[in-house]
């Protein structure tokens, strides 16, 4: 699979995957409620299990739900010009 995640999207997945990752750690804790019983518990392991794949998505730059929806954010870097070696300066 090829690199699919970049820009903006990549940046959104580093921060809203942490958060989410907290946020569900934090409810299997006790120190959050998300919701009551049963449901409570099921949307922290959710809110959890989504925040692993952002950061995971962005680390690796892929992704494999934005392959099957034809998305890519990706953009290669392109060497406009080369910098020489000795003095440090655009050759």
Do not use: H, W
Request: net charge negative; proline share 3%; aromatic share 6%.
């Amino acid at each position: 699979m090829e690199k699919n995640v970049g820009g903006y999207d990549r940046i959104a997945r580093f921060v809203v995957g942490p958060i989410l990752v907290v946020v569900g750690f934090a409810a299997f804790g006790g120190l959050l409620t998300l919701a009551a019983g049963t449901v409570g518990l099921a949307l922290a392991a959710v809110a959890l299990l989504v925040g692993i794949v952002f950061v995971t998505t962005a680390t690796i730059q892929k992704c494999p739900l934005n392959a099957a929806l034809g998305l890519n954010t990706y953009r290669e870097r392109e060497e406009t010009e080369s910098i020489d070696p000795e003095t440090g300066r655009a050759a």
